[in-house]
Protein backbone atom coordinates (compact mmCIF):
# COMPACT_ATOMS: atom_id res chain seq x y z
CA UNK A 1 0.00 0.00 0.00
CA UNK A 2 2.77 2.61 1.20
CA UNK A 3 5.38 0.78 -0.62
CA UNK A 4 7.94 0.76 2.14
CA UNK A 5 10.41 -1.96 2.51
CA UNK A 6 11.96 -3.64 5.31
CA UNK A 7 14.90 -1.44 5.76
CA UNK A 8 12.63 1.98 5.55
CA UNK A 9 10.58 0.11 8.39
CA UNK A 10 12.90 -0.57 10.73
CA UNK A 11 14.03 2.85 10.62
CA UNK A 12 10.70 3.93 11.39
CA UNK A 13 10.67 1.77 14.23
CA UNK A 14 13.89 2.67 15.66
CA UNK A 15 12.68 6.05 15.51
CA UNK A 16 9.79 5.76 16.94
CA UNK A 17 11.19 3.93 19.87
CA UNK A 18 14.01 6.65 20.59
CA UNK A 19 10.89 9.14 20.41
CA UNK A 20 7.83 7.45 21.86
CA UNK A 21 9.68 5.23 24.52
CA UNK A 22 9.44 1.15 25.05
CA UNK A 23 6.38 2.38 27.19
CA UNK A 24 4.43 4.22 24.59
CA UNK A 25 5.52 2.51 21.29
CA UNK A 26 3.09 -0.63 21.54
CA UNK A 27 -0.11 1.83 21.99
CA UNK A 28 0.81 4.05 19.63
CA UNK A 29 1.41 0.95 16.97
CA UNK A 30 -1.70 -0.21 18.19
CA UNK A 31 -3.44 2.97 17.39
CA UNK A 32 -1.50 3.31 13.85
CA UNK A 33 -3.01 -0.02 13.15
CA UNK A 34 -6.45 0.79 14.07
CA UNK A 35 -6.67 3.57 11.84
CA UNK A 36 -4.35 1.84 8.94
CA UNK A 37 -7.30 -0.85 9.25
CA UNK A 38 -10.35 2.17 8.78
CA UNK A 39 -8.33 3.36 6.09
CA UNK A 40 -8.38 0.26 4.34
CA UNK A 41 -11.95 -0.46 5.18
CA UNK A 42 -12.73 2.62 3.94
CA UNK A 43 -11.46 2.51 0.35
CA UNK A 44 -12.80 -0.80 0.06
CA UNK A 45 -15.99 0.04 0.75
CA UNK A 46 -15.50 3.12 -1.52
CA UNK A 47 -13.74 1.10 -4.13
CA UNK A 48 -16.56 -1.44 -4.06
CA UNK A 49 -18.94 1.28 -4.05
CA UNK A 50 -17.85 2.43 -7.25
CA UNK A 51 -17.33 -0.85 -8.43
CA UNK A 52 -21.52 -1.42 -8.26
CA UNK A 53 -22.20 1.69 -9.65
CA UNK A 54 -20.39 1.34 -12.78
CA UNK A 55 -22.23 -2.44 -13.07
CA UNK A 56 -25.72 -1.27 -12.79
CA UNK A 57 -24.60 1.91 -15.48
CA UNK A 58 -23.27 -1.61 -17.69
CA UNK A 59 -26.57 -3.35 -17.11
CA UNK A 60 -28.48 0.14 -17.99
CA UNK A 61 -26.35 0.06 -21.28
CA UNK A 62 -27.29 -3.37 -22.11
CA UNK A 63 -31.29 -2.98 -21.38
CA UNK A 64 -30.87 -0.08 -23.25
CA UNK A 65 -29.11 -1.77 -26.24
CA UNK A 66 -31.57 -4.90 -25.70
CA UNK A 67 -35.18 -2.55 -26.01
CA UNK A 68 -33.52 -0.65 -28.90
CA UNK A 69 -33.91 -3.62 -31.67
CA UNK A 70 -37.81 -4.44 -29.88
CA UNK A 71 -38.40 -0.66 -31.11
CA UNK A 72 -36.99 -1.18 -34.68
CA UNK A 73 -39.18 -4.24 -35.37
CA UNK A 74 -41.89 -2.70 -33.91
CA UNK A 75 -41.48 0.26 -36.64
CA UNK A 76 -40.76 -2.43 -39.36
CA UNK A 77 -44.01 -4.18 -38.78
CA UNK A 78 -46.58 -1.42 -38.32
CA UNK A 79 -46.70 -1.00 -42.31
CA UNK A 80 -46.66 -4.62 -43.01
CA UNK A 81 -49.80 -4.58 -40.56
CA UNK A 82 -51.37 -1.83 -42.08
CA UNK A 83 -51.27 -3.53 -45.42
CA UNK A 84 -52.33 -7.01 -43.93
CA UNK A 85 -55.55 -4.81 -42.41
CA UNK A 86 -56.07 -2.98 -46.64
CA UNK A 87 -55.68 -6.42 -48.09
CA UNK A 88 -57.82 -8.27 -45.52
CA UNK A 89 -60.56 -5.60 -45.68
CA UNK A 90 -60.38 -5.90 -49.93
CA UNK A 91 -60.85 -9.89 -49.13
CA UNK A 92 -64.04 -9.05 -47.49
CA UNK A 93 -65.37 -6.58 -50.11
CA UNK A 94 -64.46 -9.12 -52.98
CA UNK A 95 -66.52 -11.80 -50.72
CA UNK A 96 -69.13 -9.38 -50.28
CA UNK A 97 -69.63 -8.55 -54.03
CA UNK A 98 -69.46 -12.82 -54.61
CA UNK A 99 -72.13 -13.28 -52.36
CA UNK A 100 -74.41 -10.24 -54.02
Same mark, same amino acid.
Given at each position: ???I????L?? +????????L??????????T??A????A???F?????????? +??????????????????L?R????P?????R????????A???? +??
Amino acid at each position: MFDIGFTELLL +ISIVALLVLGPERLPKAARTVGALLRKARSSFDSVRQEVERE +IRDEELKRTLKEFQRPDELIREAVAPLEQEAREVSNAVRKADDQA +IR
